[in-house]
């Protein structure tokens, strides 16, 4: 198990076992991406109160919870970085930050097309949207140090110092959002809560969009990992000679 | 359960009429996205490979030239 | 005191008479400049009075915002002074003599977390009833906004204290360090806003009270360690 552990923190290992997992990753994502969508597109019914808007929650919803898993990712990236030095960590945590900031901002787009139609308005300072605006305040901020800070050394370790202190406010933030928002104004009478009511052929399809987008995220962290693994390890012999094999490019 | 809810291509381009626009821009917003998440990366990569690989051979002349002037 | 027994000192010195000599220090310093004292509060004053040139003169309009400008100014009040906390002590070198020395670092980095809310906090908090007033603020919010500014500002100095000491090594600070800290700082602002306003419609706001007494907990327990670590970071 330790070995194991030990293993996968050599960028080179890990950038090597990648290798042989990506091809399986964009197979499953490409699957489970075209079942989603065809069965989101065309077959899930009209929704008796959101009409054929209902399609828009089979992105939204998906791009939103794995936003939402970013924050603690980078956390405990960071927490590895700091505790046992591990580079590969580190390397994990700079790539989540961008994605997570594109995931944020995805789910305050698309929230925000959705509450249009669901509030008339596009944006509504609903607990939902005004917490995942705080969130993608806290990716930029997370960007922002990192390329702030030159030492690559110090970057990683500042940049894990904020995640965990990010992650723990994160909760809290949630919560304290929510508290806001439900005082503020009566409880909501068009919930974006579409899973718990409803029949299976509505959460179904979305289970398999969320594991789709999972999946595409995993691709997305893996994809750009290895590059800053060959970024960081550009002078080692193993990325040379990856290099020299490399054949038109 | 599993029938299709469109009988025509321009029906289900149309989505109903109401929101057209609102559904398909989230899903065009969704194809960028994955696009551009997916993509990106790969550019990054070829130039890192193609930096990479100049600078190598940059290195190999000057080896070579130095050796010939020995 | 002489000599043999101050050297003895040095070492000897308990972490309770390290914490009092470095809250000491600080707020002599602060006495000492008193621009800097000033500032933080000037800018108070300017930001709250901006707000009635901003929106309109009216009672009515002014109070029912009054609770959130009050609250706003001093979160940015309290991030313009962040700067002092820790950036001359880095370009003179005590922060290294500090982070050398033997006495945990929790309680020094406490210690000047509260100067800095002594020196900028506790003005803001002294003068709200004064721009509350000004704002028309109802008469029966004062105590509840001056109560959940008493315990709140010392939660943006604490927060903000982890960012400074993220950033405190940059050349180019600028703006980082607002980006960092402002999004920390939003469920103080949520909460302490709201119970001012909460208090205006005559609502109970005993748990506000107990959500800001409950962050504050947390935040003394666990900013100053972030502080810390994001000072040693930086430093070396």
């Known amino acids: 198990m330790w070995l194991w552990f030990a293993k996968l923190g050599s960028p080179r290992w890990f950038y090597e076992l990648s290798d042989k997992w990506l091809p399986w990753l964009y197979v499953s994502m490409l699957i489970l991406m075209s079942i989603g969508l065809f069965w989101a597109l065309l077959i899930v019914p009209e929704d008796y109160q959101q009409g054929q808007t209902i399609r828009i929650m089979y992105i939204h919803v998906p791009v939103a919870s794995i936003s939402l898993a970013c924050f603690p990712l980078m956390a405990v990236a960071g927490t590895i970085t700091l505790v046992w030095k591990m580079k590969l960590a580190d390397m994990v945590a700079q790539s989540v930050a961008p994605i997570g900031a594109w995931f944020t901002g995805l789910a305050l787009a698309t929230g925000a097309i959705w509450g249009d139609q669901i509030w008339g308005t596009w944006w509504a300072w609903d607990a939902r949207l005004t917490s995942l605006l705080i969130q993608f305040f806290l990716f930029i901020g997370v960007i922002a140090l990192r390329s702030a800070i030159d030492s690559p050394d110090a970057a990683a370790k500042a940049c894990a110092v904020l995640a965990i202190v990010g992650a723990i406010n994160v909760p809290i933030i949630k919560y304290s959002v929510d508290w806001w928002n439900t005082l503020h104004q009566p409880a909501s009478n068009f919930s974006m809560d579409p899973v718990a009511p409803n029949p299976p052929e509505v959460w179904v399809p979305l289970l398999v969009m969320i594991s789709a987008v999972y999946v595409f995220f995993a691709i997305a962290l893996i994809l750009r990992t290895r590059n800053e693994i060959l970024q960081r390890e550009r002078r080692s012999q193993w990325v040379i000679d990856l290099v020299a094999r490399e054949k038109n490019v | ?70 | 005191m002489s000599d043999a027994r101050e050297i003895q000192d040095i070492k000897g010195v308990s972490t309770w008479s390290a914490f009092c000599a470095t809250l000491r220090r600080d707020l002599i310093i602060a006495l000492k400049r008193r621009n800097d004292l000033l500032n933080p509060i000037m800018f108070f004053l300017i930001v709250v009075s901006l707000f009635p040139l901003g929106i309109s003169p009216d009672p009515v309009e002014l109070s029912s915002v009054s609770a959130g400008v009050v609250w706003v100014s001093a979160l940015l009040a309290s991030m313009l002074s962040l700067d002092n906390l820790y950036r001359a002590d880095f370009e003179d070198g005590s922060l290294e003599q500090l982070l050398l020395s033997p006495q945990p670092l929790y309680f020094l980095v406490l210690a000047k977390n509260i100067a800095h809310w002594l020196i900028s906090g506790l003005p803001v908090v002294i003068l709200s009833p004064l721009l509350a007033y000004m704002l028309y603020l109802p008469s029966e919010a004062y105590w509840t906004m001056v109560l959940t500014l008493f315990i709140g500002t010392p939660v943006l100095s604490l927060f903000g204290s982890i960012g400074v000491a993220l950033t405190v090594g940059l050349g180019s600070r600028g703006l980082i360090l607002a980006v960092i800290v402002l999004p920390l700082s939003t469920p103080v602002l949520i909460i302490g806003a709201k119970a001012v306003t909460d208090v205006m419609f005559g609502l109970p706001v005993s748990s506000h009270f107990a959500l800001l007494g409950a962050i504050l907990a947390l935040a003394l327990t666990m900013a100053p360690l972030a502080s810390a670590a994001a000072l040693r970071i930086s430093v070396n």
């Open chain 2, 1 to 70: 359960m599993f029938a299709l809810q469109f009988s025509s291509l321009s029906e289900f381009l149309h989505m109903g009429g109401v929101y057209t626009f609102h559904i398909w821009a989230v899903y065009l917003l969704f194809a960028v996205f994955i696009s551009y998440n997916l993509l990106q990366p790969k550019m990054v990569r070829r130039h890192f490979l193609r930096e990479q690989k100049r600078r190598a051979a940059r290195d190999e002349e000057l080896a070579s030239k130095t050796n010939t002037q020995k």
